[in-house]
């Protein structure tokens, strides 16, 4: 008998835990075979922890009609008992993951799609600022050297330019004759030469000889 | 050995916008020569005048700065050595005009605090086009305490006078002394050095 009053404890529960809508619907029908047993028939990935009431309540039912015939079948009840919680507690768990995971995906598509709009309607913040440039590395032409070694060469190029004029003032000199012809010549020129291109020459291979921030940058070009 | 060519030498810079025609300025000056053809400066360039001011033989070298920003530290490390320095705007550019204060500033920046300072204000020939009026030019000019001209390269207007005119203001505080002193030797890794070495031993 104490073991029947258990069993009918369980059974109340498995009434009261049964959603009212359904226990309801059940009372109407008069016990009739009808939706709760439905639940049974559902796909696996589609219950809700209402069928499992439903599931319940039809076992609950069951049980209720072979009770008190032996032990063994208490205990069966027992575990049935604590399996249908089990499935109740896997439900419950299952379907709040898939409510979960539905908001997660909800919100990486708005914030995609954010996204996606800023980046259409501001082409602007895509094109390079006021100090910046888009270098085409294709381009032959395009800029490829730093300003300090910008500096140097035209550092470079000023001097020799430089030093070309003080070579032009010398020839100049020394053709019109100022310069006495005693003195020996800085630099061997052929004075019946109109222009200085041996001078410039000699003044070339020089320069050539000093490892030049030109020289430098354009050595693989003489290769 | 060699005699000398010149008896001072003066280091002069011009500055200002870019396109406002300081290389064409120079152009003139040193080549009597001018090119519609628009060449932007890469940074910074130069050429060589001699002139003849009060008996003395002045070789001008003037220093030409590409006005682009970008070249901006480039050209603000040759600030230092000028003796004279050149603020050119375009008559016809009225944001080159209004940029003036800004290369003023550059130069109380840059250069020397005894440096002899001049305002151009450059194609004055296209008066059609002309967006500042020579009195504002004028104004800016006495409000600082420098020399103003209106100038053409293309009609060659002014352009020797102003050169002159700032070479004799630098003669003037210049203290009589021999052509080898060292304030004619300001190159700041430049090519004036290779000059002075051959032409005062």
Same mark, same amino acid.
């Given at each position: 008998?104490?073991?029947?009053?258990?069993?009918?404890?369980?059974?109340?529960?498995?009434?009261?835990?049964?959603?009212?809508?359904?226990?309801?619907?059940?009372?109407?029908?008069?016990?009739?075979? @009808?939706?709760?047993?439905?639940?049974?028939?559902?796909?696996?990935?589609?219950?809700?922890?209402?069928?499992?009431?439903?599931?319940?309540?039809?076992?609950?039912?069951?049980?209720?009609?072979?009770?008190?015939?032996?032990?063994?079948?208490?205990?069966?009840?027992?575990?049935?008992?604590?399996?249908?919680?089990?499935?109740? @507690?896997?439900?419950?768990?299952?379907?709040?993951?898939?409510?979960?995971?539905?908001?997660?995906?909800?919100?990486?598509?708005?914030?995609?799609?954010?996204?996606?709009?800023?980046? @259409?309607?501001?082409?602007?913040?895509?094109?390079?600022?006021?100090?910046?440039?888009?270098?085409?590395?294709?381009?032959?032409?395009?800029?490829?050297?730093?300003?300090?070694?910008?500096?140097?060469?035209?550092?470079?190029?000023?001097?020799?330019?430089?030093?070309?004029?003080?070579?032009?003032?010398?020839?100049?000199?020394?053709?019109?004759?100022?310069?006495?012809?005693?003195?020996?010549?800085?630099?061997?020129?052929?004075?019946?030469?109109?222009?200085?291109?041996?001078?410039?020459?000699?003044?070339?291979?020089?320069?050539?000889?000093?490892?030049?921030?030109?020289?430098?940058?354009?050595?693989?070009?003489?290769? | 050995?060699?005699?000398?060519?010149?008896?001072?030498?003066?280091?002069?810079?011009?500055?200002?916008?870019?396109?406002?025609?300081?290389?064409?300025?120079?152009?003139?000056?040193?080549?009597?020569?001018?090119?519609?053809?628009?060449?932007?400066?890469?940074?910074?360039?130069?050429?060589?005048?001699?002139?003849?001011?009060?008996?003395?033989?002045?070789?001008?070298?003037?220093?030409?700065?590409?006005?682009?920003?970008?070249?901006?530290?480039?050209?603000?490390?040759?600030?230092?050595?000028?003796?004279?320095?050149?603020?050119?705007?375009?008559?016809?550019?009225?944001?080159?005009?209004?940029?003036?204060?800004?290369?003023?500033?550059?130069?109380?920046?840059?250069?020397?605090?005894?440096?002899?300072?001049?305002?151009?204000?450059?194609?004055?020939?296209?008066?059609?086009?002309?967006?500042?009026?020579?009195?504002?030019?004028?104004?800016?000019?006495?409000?600082?305490?420098?020399?103003?001209?209106?100038?053409?390269?293309?009609?060659?207007?002014?352009?020797?006078?102003?050169?002159?005119?700032?070479?004799?203001?630098?003669?003037?505080?210049?203290?009589?002394?021999?052509?080898?002193?060292?304030?004619?030797?300001?190159?700041?890794?430049?090519?004036?050095?290779?000059?002075? @070495?051959?032409?005062?031993?």
């Amino acid at each position: 008998t104490n073991l029947c009053h258990v069993v009918f404890s369980e059974r109340e529960k498995w009434t009261f835990v049964g959603s009212l809508k359904e226990v309801c619907r059940s009372a109407m029908e008069f016990g009739e075979e @009808s939706s709760p047993a439905l639940a049974f028939e559902k796909d696996v990935f589609e219950l809700t922890v209402e069928d499992v009431y439903d599931i319940s309540y039809v076992i609950g039912r069951d049980l209720l009609k072979i009770r008190c015939k032996g032990e063994e079948v208490s205990d069966l009840q027992f575990k049935i008992v604590r399996v249908l919680e089990m499935f109740e @507690s896997l439900v419950t768990k299952y379907n709040l993951s898939i409510e979960e995971l539905k908001m997660e995906r909800d919100n990486l598509k708005g914030e995609l799609d954010r996204i996606l709009a800023e980046r @259409s309607s501001g082409q602007d913040t895509q094109t390079p600022g006021p100090n910046q440039m888009v270098v085409d590395l294709t381009d032959p032409n395009r800029p490829r050297f730093t300003m300090q070694e910008l500096k140097e060469v035209l550092q470079e190029r000023n001097q020799l330019k430089a030093q070309l004029m003080v070579a032009q003032e010398e020839l100049q000199l020394f053709k019109s004759g100022i310069l006495p012809q005693a003195e020996p010549p800085l630099v061997e020129v052929d004075l019946e030469t109109p222009e200085s291109t041996e001078h410039n020459s000699a003044k070339i291979s020089e320069m050539k000889e000093e490892r030049t921030a030109i020289g430098k940058l354009f050595s693989f070009k003489r290769k | 050995m060699a005699k000398k060519t010149y008896d001072l030498l003066f280091k002069l810079l011009l500055i200002g916008d870019s396109g406002v025609g300081k290389t064409c300025v120079l152009f003139r000056f040193s080549d009597d020569a001018f090119n519609t053809t628009f060449i932007s400066t890469i940074g910074i360039d130069f050429k060589i005048k001699t002139v003849e001011l009060q008996g003395k033989k002045i070789k001008l070298q003037i220093w030409d700065t590409a006005g682009q920003e970008r070249f901006h530290t480039i050209t603000t490390s040759y600030y230092r050595g000028a003796m004279g320095i050149m603020l050119v705007y375009d008559i016809t550019n009225a944001k080159s005009f209004e940029n003036i204060s800004k290369w003023l500033r550059n130069i109380d920046e840059h250069a020397n605090e005894d440096v002899e300072r001049m305002l151009l204000g450059n194609k004055c020939d296209m008066e059609d086009k002309r967006v500042v009026p020579k009195a504002k030019g004028e104004q800016i000019a006495r409000e600082h305490g420098i020399r103003f001209f209106e100038t053409s390269a293309k009609a060659n207007i002014n352009i020797e006078k102003a050169f002159l005119t700032l070479a004799e203001d630098i003669l003037r505080k210049t203290p009589v002394k021999e052509p080898n002193s060292e304030n004619v030797d300001i190159s700041s890794g430049s090519g004036v050095t290779g000059w002075k @070495s051959k032409c005062c031993s």
